[in-house]
């Protein structure tokens, strides 16, 4: 039984699990993900009916069949307008987005600034492994330069992208980075992220255990940005952060509160349009226009 | 006091000089002169600058199409004079400074009297349909009412404009007396009508479906349905969003319908060609989404501000993989708001996409339709509040008629598993042949029903004969105005394009010694159609590709060719 205690009350995870057997390879990163968010939401007293997963394409996409939830496993990349259109639709669900760093940073990179700047009440956790996994190994745009893939035989002749530094650029009102290595850790960010009211982003680094497995290179590098003072309502300071490239800060980078978008559509929420039945609509106000 | 059967009239000028604006309100007046009316216009794809148009045809009967002639011309500047002089009837009027040294042209004191009122450059349009409106000493009563609701939201800038259009309109008389026009009726509006576009009409039915969720990227032709429903949104309580695509559009729209709304997105070829990817995913996940597509003229851009009906084959066939969706295609704005209501139910009750199919002719065209009957949308298989059934809950359990109950996130007892790959009842992926076999039939075993309703209310037939002539969409108004004298021609118009109502049609087409199609593409796509699923070849073809949508003269005198061979 996976559980945690938590000042004095055991919580436990298993109702989020759907027991069927996870099929990535062994020592995969994803494991430390599925591990922490399923105690997140338990700790978090959420009902399995409350909670929606939203997962893209690659291996973290698997997630919506571990996780006992509403889930919605979409396209590669249109995790975010999809996890967006949910929210919007029925404000009270705790939605949830999952993409890998090929879904968020490559091919649905253009939805990635919108819901930043949105401000949509929406958790997006990347599992960024810096390798396409499901393909079999090729370059994405978080892969280093000069890294020997399947597609750059010759060295990524690419610089990567740092997710987090556009993340604040862009607006995200919560920024986060974990480590899967390191799970408690991870479960507290996962945790604070689903907490806070508006976007959060966490950009989780989950080795690849058969492309790129780089877990004794990480761990040797990761510290915790709240072991070093760290003042996280600063946006200079986490634009700082998110610069460093020698160590890599793992914890929550920046955190603001700004009104989340749903708020832009009072007149549409008592019910929200999710929890509406169709009913006869009068027009007759409207066909005066037309005369 | 009867007056004239009918009227034609053009307003034309460059980009930016209210031209639209002006057509519209010389279509309400019209209406409200008694007529039934219709208008269209034509402009490229500049904001300023650019020569455009909006032409009313006015008639004491119903009226489809517009033809090629025109009895009075609006001039607002002197292109509009060169390009349009050949299809006077009666007048052409352009203020003074426009008209100096043109032939045939009235000058008339419009710039005099915006001046003379203290109104501002722009209302010279004002004035032009003051004194044309003078001329054909119509009511200006009726004039100044229309442009006080036109501008109801600046009325200050609504007062300045009627008194212009009266000074003009009084300046009128004189010349009014000279050229001795047959003058306009004046009458009450047709009973029961409305003049509006096909956009509006579209947006409306919707709304009439039970719309609560719209988020759509700006395009030409569609953007008009986002501007009404972004400015409909308070008093219908619907959640209106720009996204940063048509992908993010059309995901948005999947994931507030998973989540039980009744959403919709509208576009052009160009950005449903971005949408067809989640197509197939509303499709492979049974999720309920409406998409417009207002065609305009292609490939690529194409002509941005100009009508088509060539994508036709495109919806039927886009997204990878086989599954069943709705086709819709409406003709005039009557339609389209019946299509856009249908459209939501339909996608409900058989949880697949439905494209509503328009162009830009019906998008922005005006036509005098029935105002449209309040409608009762049903929810169709939709689980809220709490699933009680006695094993746990299957979001795609296989049933007799292929649809499964659909559960909304939130509810009690049930976990909604989606999944765009393939999957089991359970929503869980899955390869297994037998599994992959089962789900494909239970998506397909929907079309039987889909057929069912394709063939109940996808086709209509006008008049009756021995000649039929087959048409969709938009064209059969330029069909309708065209045969309205002849005899033994029976126009047949298909609404769904998908499912094919072949045995409806079929029906519809009993007795015709020669079948004829007509619609707005080069290859002949509802031909194709016919061949496909009636084996008919048809006895002829007429496209056309120009961007323009087809005139009567045109489509009459094609048909005139079958009759007398």
């Not at chain 1, 919605?72 to 307008?81: A, E």
């Not at chain 1, 780089?214 to 003072?229: A, F, H, S």
């Not at chain 1, 003042?231 to 634009?239: K, Q």
């Amino acid at each position: 039984m996976d559980h945690g205690i938590y000042g004095g009350v055991i919580v436990v995870a298993e109702k989020f699990d759907t027991g069927r057997r996870p099929v990535w390879c062994p020592g995969c990163g994803n494991f430390g993900i599925l591990v922490a968010l399923r105690r997140a939401l338990a700790r978090l007293g959420l009902e399995p009916e409350e909670v929606v997963l939203v997962t893209g394409i690659g291996c973290h996409g698997r997630m919506s069949g571990y996780v006992r939830a509403n889930t919605f496993h979409t396209i590669h990349g249109r995790v975010l307008p999809l996890a967006t259109g949910i929210k919007l639709a029925n404000p009270s669900l705790t939605v949830i987005g999952h993409s890998g760093d090929g879904d968020a940073y490559a091919i649905g990179l253009g939805h990635l600034p919108h819901a930043a700047r949105r401000n949509i009440d929406v958790t997006l956790i990347v599992h960024d492994n810096m390798v396409f996994g499901l393909t079999t190994g090729q370059a994405t745009p978080t892969t280093p330069k000069g890294r020997i893939t399947r597609s750059t035989p010759y060295g990524n002749p690419e610089e990567p992208l740092n997710p987090l530094f556009l993340a604040l650029a862009s607006g995200a009102t919560f920024v986060a980075r974990g480590f899967s290595g390191d799970i408690a850790h991870l479960e507290e960010l996962i945790v604070r992220a689903i907490r806070h009211e508006g976007f959060s982003f966490l950009d989780v680094i989950q080795p690849c255990a058969t492309f790129f497995n780089i877990y004794r290179e990480v761990r040797r590098r990761v510290y915790k940005l709240e072991d070093e003072g760290h003042d996280t309502r600063s946006l200079e300071a986490a634009i700082r952060k998110s610069l460093e490239t020698e160590r890599i800060p793992i914890g929550v980078f920046f955190e603001t509160k700004k009104p989340p978008f749903r708020e832009n559509f009072p007149h549409a929420m008592s019910p929200p349009p999710g929890q509406r039945v169709p009913r006869s609509v009068d027009l007759s106000h409207v066909w005066s226009r037309y005369r | 006091m009867s007056g004239r059967e009918e009227f034609t009239f053009l307003v034309g000028g460059p980009a930016g000089a209210g031209v639209f604006r002006s057509g519209l309100v010389a279509a309400k007046t019209l209406f409200r002169h008694g007529y039934y009316v219709h208008g269209d216009n034509e402009y490229p794809s500049i904001i300023r600058g650019g020569h455009q148009w909006m032409m009313v045809k006015a008639a004491k009967r119903e009226v489809y199409a517009h033809g090629e002639e025109v009895d009075a011309v609006l001039a607002l500047d002197k292109e509009t004079v060169a390009r349009h002089r050949g299809r006077v009837r009666e007048v052409i009027v352009a203020d003074e400074s426009v008209a100096r040294g043109l032939e045939g042209v009235v000058a008339a004191p419009l710039m005099r009297s915006v001046r003379e009122v203290g109104a501002p450059s722009v209302a010279v349009n004002m004035a032009g349909l003051g004194f044309v409106l003078g001329l054909y000493r119509g009511d200006v009563g009726r004039l100044e009412a229309v442009i006080r609701d036109v501008f109801s939201k600046k009325r200050e800038v609504a007062e300045v404009n009627a008194r212009v259009a009266r000074r003009a309109y009084e300046y009128a008389a004189e010349a009014a007396g000279e050229l001795a026009l047959e003058p306009l009726s004046i009458g009450e509006p047709p009973r029961g009508k409305i003049v509006i576009d096909g956009n509006s009409a579209v947006a409306l039915g919707a709304l009439a479906g039970g719309l609560s969720f719209y988020a759509a990227y700006p395009m030409t032709p569609a953007s008009p349905i986002l501007h009404l429903l972004a400015e409909l949104q308070k008093e219908y309580g619907l959640v209106v969003v720009q996204p940063e695509s048509e992908i993010a559009a059309i995901n948005m729209v999947t994931g507030a319908a998973y989540a039980g709304a009744r959403a919709m997105t509208a576009t052009s070829g160009g950005g449903f060609s971005l949408m067809t990817e989640a197509l197939g995913q509303a499709a492979m996940t049974e999720t309920p989404v409406v998409i417009v597509e207002a065609m305009r003229a292609g490939p690529s851009t194409g002509l941005p501000t100009y009508t088509s009906q060539a994508d036709l084959r495109f919806v039927i066939h886009a997204s990878q993989g086989e599954f069943p969706r709705f086709v819709l295609a409406p003709g005039d704005p009557y339609e389209a708001y019946m299509a856009g209501f249908d459209a939501l139910n339909l996608a409900w009750k058989y949880q697949v996409p439905v494209i509503v199919l328009t162009d830009k002719y019906l998008a922005e065209g005006y036509w005098t339709v029935d105002e449209p009957p309040r409608l009762e949308p049903s929810e169709g298989k939709v689980i809220r509040g709490e699933y009680r059934g006695e094993e746990p809950y299957k979001r795609y359990k296989i049933t007799p008629d292929g649809v499964s109950p659909m559960a909304i996130p939130g509810t009690k007892g049930a976990l909604v598993t989606a999944n765009s790959s393939e999957h089991g009842e359970d929503g869980y992926g899955s390869t297994d042949p037998e599994v992959v076999t089962a789900m494909q039939d239970k998506r397909f075993r929907k079309l039987s029903g889909m057929i069912e309703e394709a063939n109940g209310k996808g086709v209509k037939t006008y008049g009756g004969g021995p000649l039929a002539v087959v048409t969709w969409g938009s064209t059969k108004n330029a069909v309708l105005e065209a045969t309205r004298d002849m005899y033994g021609v029976r126009v047949v118009q298909v609404l769904y394009l998908s499912p094919f109502p072949s045995e409806r049609l079929s029906r519809e087409l009993e007795g015709a010694d020669r079948v004829l199609v007509v619609e707005a593409n080069k290859t002949g796509q509802l031909a194709s159609l016919l061949r496909e699923h009636l084996l008919l070849e048809p006895d002829g073809f007429l496209g056309k590709y120009d961007g323009r949508p087809f005139t009567p003269e045109e489509v009459e005198e094609w048909i005139t060719g079958f009759m007398e061979g």
